[in-house]
């Protein structure tokens, strides 16, 4: 009898794709965003996790991810293929507050973000909020099931101050079905924005007639709240 050799049932990947769309994973540390990734990835994501040790204790707050055994250093990259001429790129980035500074450069061309939250760690979601409120990009919140107390969505968005066009999902990301559905809303909401952009968008006027209309409007502060207890 002859060895059994195992085909892959999945298509193969084209070696190129004509676009490609970027979409980051943000959040506060130990909320789910490697998983996410590898729940909804079609290729073997590149993780750039490491082991956690009693030195890093000192350094990142662990009270409240005790079991979490390692984290992201750098990034996780995942692919999803769309059709024959679209992937979207997935990019899990890190939680640590020590590397906050690579957000800005990964949220730089992406198409939108997917803000990953733990309902028991809200203000660990703030910085991603704000960062993404500034930079103008699109963003969905995932409330990630961590079981536990479950609050209405209305408090959720009223403790993290959302504007009531950006939407709030919940998610499993150990699920793929249920990350492929966080994915979906994000898509959805980026081109709902870009329409609504167009739409409203100045004609152009002629060169004779000057527009006064010069008015920037200011940065809404954030006025972040606590869930009740």
Not at 76 to 99: C, K, M, S, W
Not at 106 to 116: E, S, Y
Not at 150 to 172: E, K, M, S
Not at 211 to 223: E, L, T, Y
């Amino acid at each position: 009898m002859g060895n059994r050799v195992e085909v892959d049932p999945r298509p193969p990947l084209r070696a190129s794709a004509d676009n490609g769309l970027k979409i980051v994973i943000v959040g506060g540390f130990g909320v789910g965003k490697t998983t996410l990734v590898r729940s909804v990835s079609e290729i073997r994501p590149l993780s750039t996790e490491e082991t956690m040790t009693r030195a890093g204790e000192s350094v990142d707050d662990v009270s409240a991810v005790r079991d979490k055994k390692a984290t992201t250093v750098a990034f996780d990259f995942g692919r999803i293929t769309l059709d024959a001429h679209n992937v979207l790129y997935l990019f899990g980035a890190p939680g640590q507050e020590r590397f906050w500074f690579l957000w800005d450069r990964l949220f730089a061309g992406a198409l939108g973000a997917v803000v990953l939250v733990d309902t028991r760690r809200l203000d660990d979601s703030w910085y991603a909020i704000d960062r993404l409120e500034q930079h103008g990009t699109p963003f969905v919140v995932a409330r990630n099931d961590f079981g536990g107390q479950d609050f209405a969505p209305q408090a959720i968005r009223d403790a993290l101050d959302l504007d009531p066009d950006v939407p709030l999902v919940h998610c499993d990301a150990r699920a793929r079905n249920s990350s492929k559905r966080v994915l979906i809303a994000l898509v959805e909401h980026a081109k709902h924005r870009y329409r609504r952009a167009q739409s409203q968008s100045p004609k152009p006027t002629p060169t004779h007639v000057h527009s006064h209309d010069g008015q920037v409007p200011a940065h809404r502060n954030a006025h972040h709240k606590e869930l009740p207890r």
